[in-house]
């Protein structure tokens, strides 16, 4: 049985077994699927081309035979010589006396070990005889920790192989494998652990690629669609005729890809099943219009409404929008952490008696004495990953409202389909038409002199300007210390016309909140802070975005940065101030100084940090994959996601014998429900 304990590996004692379960290889199976988490492959090289100190591999002709020297008790070491390109090269080979028979003048072999160019020596790690295979030097190497070796862990892996390989079950259906020219499962597996060449190590690891990706996005999907069947939901029924001469009091035409996405919507709102949408646009995109149509379709059917946005000064923006858009066409409310007393209780009990329509507020608007008469849509703007949880807590208060989730970071394809998979996703991939790009500059350090004068020039014109340092980590002191220098640096520059504010992450809300009043009102014409602005932000005035230290940043905050600039109706600029060490830090700034596509950033992003770092904080449900890769591996993650598709809809896992092992697998692993909540 492949669950059963190692120990009943041969050769695996209770040490053993303790030190394999450091590794969380606790049965037959967590072992043989303990994959190696590269190969190295040792390549033969021209003699002149090896590097001193590096693990090389050469091949060439033993001259003599190897002469065995003995000291301190039981330590040996053999020397001999090989000719490689004409060249004598010294071998040495520690500890390895038996090595002596077997290798004798005029035999040809492949050594690997380390290089002195100084002395042209190997010392040798490994040999073999014969010539230099390409396929023999794939070497597996296993991530360990604690007492075990790489060897120790390759031999029991062997052993296990050995007895249990025929256990190893085939869950693919077999014309997957056809159509796909797949390796079945247990060959699949030794070639991951021994592989023969490389030819067949490719397609085993395109097989588990696959194999992950097909599991992952199959689980995802039958659990959308129980929790779909379990929850149920509302069938929102509004008055299109409304919502249509609500869209044409805007002061523009929607565009196409926001009457797309606008389609997807009331759709689910209309359908009886509960909507569970991410709605994904570029700064500037006009997601505020279409959450407001989306908002106010929920006000003709009689529902109410409630916008959750990350922090107070958003929910105080758009809390100024809406009133704006919709006048009195429904009765808004701002519901934040500062709303106390006598005044909540009013606004409470306005909620729970359906005396409000709209409410708008941070993420405590769902919770607590918050109870709405009528809930039939959330919006939740950025940031926040509205979980299951809080879906519970709404449903515990006997509601299943439709949920829009909105972001304006462009989020690669893979990653949405991975992180996002268990929601619908619309994307507006188009920006209304007449904007001006940013222009985006890269300067260094030194010419920030330069860059102090050219803000200056636009703020005497009367425009204002964003100057961002960051702040890597709320608690980090040396960043809070660079906007303060920063900030007294500008004031002592500034004709004393010029006011220059200061706002970071340590200010009391309400400081942070006047400053920000200050600036949106123009008291206050350069704003230098810490990244709090990046979320929504609205000031049109704003003309000048200068990022300091912008290699710190990711490509895809970077835009977001740059975001809060070109709101208006003046040409506005991004400055990014930065001295990249290395290649990659240049090329990123490059890439931004060339391209104003968030969703191409972001894929660059993707590519250069890696999906770990792409949400800046590691974001939890984004799923660990023992063999693939979101980055490299996404067409086949294409190819899964379609699948899984059409097996769910053909309900092949209840249906069809042939996906009889899948189905079986993917009620194996139950705990992976348990890891969505
Ligand atoms: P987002 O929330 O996606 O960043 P907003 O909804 O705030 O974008 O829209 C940015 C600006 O563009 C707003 O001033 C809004 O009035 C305007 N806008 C939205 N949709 C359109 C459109 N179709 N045509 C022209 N301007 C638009
Ligand atoms: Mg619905």
């Known amino acids: 049985m492949l669950n059963a304990s190692v120990q009943q590996i041969k050769g695996v004692g209770e040490k053993l077994a303790e030190d394999l379960q450091m590794l969380h290889i606790e049965t037959i199976e967590d072992l043989l699927f303990y994959f190696p988490y590269r190969y190295d492959?040792?390549?033969?090289?021209?003699?002149?081309?090896?590097?001193?100190?590096?693990?090389?591999?050469?091949?060439?002709?033993?001259?003599?035979?190897?002469?065995?020297?003995?000291?301190?008790?039981?330590?040996?070491?053999?020397?001999?010589?090989?000719?490689?390109?004409?060249?004598?090269?010294?071998?040495?080979?520690?500890?390895?006396?038996?090595?002596?028979?077997?290798?004798?003048?005029?035999d040809v072999v492949t050594l690997t070990g380390k290089w002195d160019s100084n002395r042209l020596q190997i010392t040798v790690n490994t040999y073999k005889k014969g010539r230099y295979d390409q396929d023999a030097a794939i070497h597996p190497i296993y991530s360990i920790k604690g007492d075990i070796t790489s060897n120790v862990l390759k031999k029991t892996i062997k052993n296990a192989l050995k007895v249990y390989e025929k256990e190893v079950s085939e869950l693919l259906p077999a014309s997957y494998l056809q159509n796909y020219k797949l390796p079945v499962r247990h060959e699949a597996l030794k070639t991951m652990h021994f592989p023969e060449s490389r030819f067949k190590?490719?397609?085993?690891?395109?097989?588990?690629?696959?194999?992950?990706?097909?599991?992952?996005?199959?689980?995802?999907?039958?659990?959308?669609?129980?929790?779909?069947?379990?929850?149920?939901?509302?069938?929102?029924?509004?008055?299109?005729?409304?919502?249509?001469?609500?869209?044409?009091?805007?002061?523009?035409?929607?565009?196409?890809?926001?009457?797309?996405?606008?389609?997807?919507?009331?759709?689910?709102?209309?359908?009886?099943?509960?909507?569970?949408?991410?709605?994904?646009g570029d700064v500037g995109s006009g997601k505020t219009a279409v959450a407001a149509i989306s908002i106010y379709a929920t006000v003709t059917a009689g529902k109410q409404?409630?916008?959750?946005?990350?922090?107070?000064?958003?929910?105080?923006?758009?809390?100024?929008?809406?009133?704006?858009?919709?006048?009195?066409?429904?009765?808004?409310?701002?519901?934040?952490?500062?709303?106390?007393?006598?005044?909540?209780?009013?606004?409470?009990?306005?909620?729970?008696?359906?005396?409000?329509?709209?409410?708008?507020?941070?993420?405590?608007?769902?919770q607590d004495n918050v109870h709405f008469s009528d809930l039939g849509l959330v919006i939740v703007d950025e940031q926040h990953r509205f979980g299951v949880n809080q879906r519970r807590t709404l449903r515990d208060k006997g509601m299943n409202?439709?949920?829009?989730?909105?972001?304006?970071?462009?989020?690669?394809?893979t990653l949405a389909i991975t992180a996002f998979g268990d929601m619908d996703v619309s994307i507006i991939d188009e920006l209304p038409s007449g904007r001006k790009p940013v222009e985006t500059h890269w300067a260094t350090e030194r010419q920030f002199p330069r860059v102090l004068s050219f803000i200056e020039k636009h703020v005497t014109n009367g425009e204002q300007a964003y100057v961002v340092c960051p702040l890597i980590e709320e608690s980090d002191k040396?960043?809070?210390?660079?906007?303060?220098?920063?900030?007294?640096?500008?004031?002592?520059?500034f004709?004393?016309?010029?006011?220059?504010?200061?706002?970071?992450?340590?200010?009391?809300?309400?400081?942070?909140?006047?400053?920000?009043?200050?600036?949106?009102?123009?008291?206050?014409?350069?704003?230098?802070?810490?990244?709090?602005i990046e979320v929504g932000v609205n000031v049109p005035n704003a003309t000048?975005?200068?990022?300091?230290?912008?290699?710190?940043?990711?490509?895809?905050?970077?835009?977001?940065?740059?975001?809060?600039?070109?709101?208006?109706?003046?040409?506005?600029?991004?400055?990014?101030?930065?001295?990249?060490?290395?290649?990659?830090?240049?090329?990123?700034?490059?890439?931004?100084?060339?391209?104003?596509?968030?969703?191409?950033?972001?894929?660059?992003?993707?590519?250069?940090?890696g999906p770990g770092d792409f949400f800046g904080t590691k974001q939890s449900g984004m799923p660990e994959f023992k063999v693939a890769d979101m980055v490299h591996d996404y067409r086949a993650l294409e190819t899964a996601r379609a699948d899984a598709s059409e097996i769910i809809q053909n309900n092949s896992l209840e249906t069809d014998p042939n996906y009889a092992s899948l189905a079986e697998e993917i009620k194996r692993e139950s705990a992976f429900k348990e890891k969505m909540d």
């Not at 523009?252 to 689910?268: G, P």
């Not at 990014?576 to 830090?585: M, S, Y």
């Open 401 to 413: 409202p439709d949920v829009l989730f909105m972001t304006a970071t462009p989020i690669p394809r």
């Open 478 to 493: 040396l960043d809070i210390q660079n906007a303060v220098d920063l900030h007294h640096q500008m004031e002592t520059f």
């Open 544 to 609: 000048i975005m200068v990022i300091y230290d912008a290699e710190r940043f990711g490509l895809s905050q970077l835009h977001q940065l740059r975001g809060r600039v070109g709101r208006g109706n003046n040409q506005s600029y991004c400055i990014l101030i930065a001295d990249p060490k290395g290649e990659v830090g240049k090329e990123r700034m490059r890439i931004m100084t060339t391209t104003t596509d968030g969703f191409e950033l972001a894929e660059q992003d993707l590519k250069l940090r």
């Open 41 to 106: 492959v040792f390549e033969v090289k021209p003699i002149s081309e090896l590097i001193h100190g590096d693990k090389v591999t050469i091949e060439g002709t033993v001259v003599y035979d190897p002469s065995l020297t003995f000291f301190s008790r039981n330590k040996s070491r053999l020397m001999f010589n090989v000719e490689v390109e004409g060249i004598s090269i010294k071998a040495v080979m520690f500890n390895r006396a038996f090595a002596k028979k077997h290798l004798n003048a005029g």
């Open 201 to 280: 190590l490719k397609h085993a690891r395109r097989r588990f690629v696959y194999e992950e990706f097909l599991l992952f996005q199959l689980k995802m999907q039958v659990y959308k669609k129980m929790t779909r069947e379990a929850e149920g939901g509302i069938s929102q029924v509004f008055d299109k005729d409304e919502v249509s001469s609500f869209v044409n009091t805007f002061p523009f035409k929607l565009t196409q890809a926001q009457e797309k996405v606008l389609r997807h919507i009331l759709k689910d709102m209309a359908s009886p099943f509960r909507m569970n949408r991410l709605l994904q």
């Open 495 to 532: 004709p004393g016309n010029i006011q220059v504010g200061l706002l970071h992450g340590r200010l009391p809300t309400d400081e942070k909140e006047q400053m920000m009043k200050d600036f949106s009102a123009n008291r206050i014409q350069v704003l230098v802070s810490t990244t709090v």
């Open 305 to 366: 409404c409630a916008f959750m946005v990350p922090t107070e000064i958003l929910a105080e923006q758009h809390y100024l929008s809406l009133m704006n858009l919709f006048e009195d066409r429904a009765r808004i409310v701002l519901l934040t952490g500062s709303v106390k007393g006598k005044p909540r209780k009013e606004i409470e009990t306005a909620i729970n008696a359906h005396d409000v329509d709209i409410v708008i507020g941070t993420h405590a608007l769902i």
